[in-house]
């Protein structure tokens, strides 16, 4: 079998489906490795260290016409159609807004894989591409509020006086939410948290942290799957209402909140933005599914009296060194999971982890 890694074509996606450690997995296990020149350069990986793994270097056109293509954002249209009927793909696709694109993969013959639809369960841990990214954004995010911020985040006692800790307030204690917690705990702030399902309060005290309004969390707020359930709109309003006043004092909120396949929920109004002192900041990850404040705007900073609003979109690329790293186990633990002992890939459609992660061949 013949796997190929495309350079990525997206604006300002600087990771790299696969990094030379794991290339050279592949190509002990049997697998011929075809590299597009220049494809790890901005992660950090030159094509030497790829020639050094067993990779052999190429065009776009060598890379795509693979048995098996690894990327890390959905092949553009042109992309797709350099791919070969038969072929595999390995990527994130963005399955519920991406139809149209999994359509063309689908007529042309290609079964293609969606890294995002990896299932949250303990046996697919190793290979689930949300958690490792989440894990990159949720570092990332602490870091841009505190360049932000006009505010020194630790304690300080020096002979100019004595400087307060910042307050950071985390809402949404997830995987990016709890690394948050942990960054910001990390570089000295006084932190809090919030989440609606009952089980992340432990998680945040474990990290140091307190939890806000743990009286208005329910036990029945999350799914089978461990994810939040969406609220109902009285829920919602007397949540607000709980945070407003805690978020009034905060120096720095990260927002984090998701419900998978909705919009993000809104837990911060305008009006509460405008309650918090000029000079705070609010870095909203949840910015690319709609934003979990009012006044986020995707790819943008919004200033509300002074209060800095930061929308940041794809912050896993912004790291590209260790997301690709993260991102390149989890796809070769994931191609592993399919690999035989000669080499070449069988796909089990009825296996819980492969047959979720399909999107195309429905039909099939
Ligand atoms: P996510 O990105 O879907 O959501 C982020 C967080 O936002 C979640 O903790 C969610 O509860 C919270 N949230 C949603 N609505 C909210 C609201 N209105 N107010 C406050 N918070 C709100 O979630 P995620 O980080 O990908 O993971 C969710 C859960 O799945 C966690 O319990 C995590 O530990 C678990 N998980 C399990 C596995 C596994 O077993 N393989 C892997 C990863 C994650």
Redesign the pocket.
Known sequence: MILGIPKESAAGEHRVALIPESVARLVKAGVSVRVERGAGLAAGFPDSAYEAAGATLGDAAAALSADLVCKVQKPSPAEAARMTKGAHLISLLAPSTSTESIAALDAQGVTAFALELVP???R??SM?V??SQ?TVAGYKAVLIGASASPKFLPMLTTAAGTIAPSKVCV???????LQAIATARRLGAVVSG????A??AEQIRSLGATVVAQDLIAADSETAG???KE?TKEQ?DA?QQALRDHLKGMDMVIT?????GRAA?R?ISTDTVKTMAPGAVIVDLAAESGGNCEATKAGETVDVHGVHVIGPVNLPATMPFHASQMLSRNILTFIQHMLQKDGTLKVDRTDEITGAMIVTGRAA
């Open positions: 949250r369960i303990t697919a841990q689930d949300l958690s989440a809402l949404g204690a997830g995987v990016a939410g919030f989440d609606i399902r089980a992340a461990g994810y939040a609220q919602q949540i984090t909140a998701q419900i998978p929920p837990l």
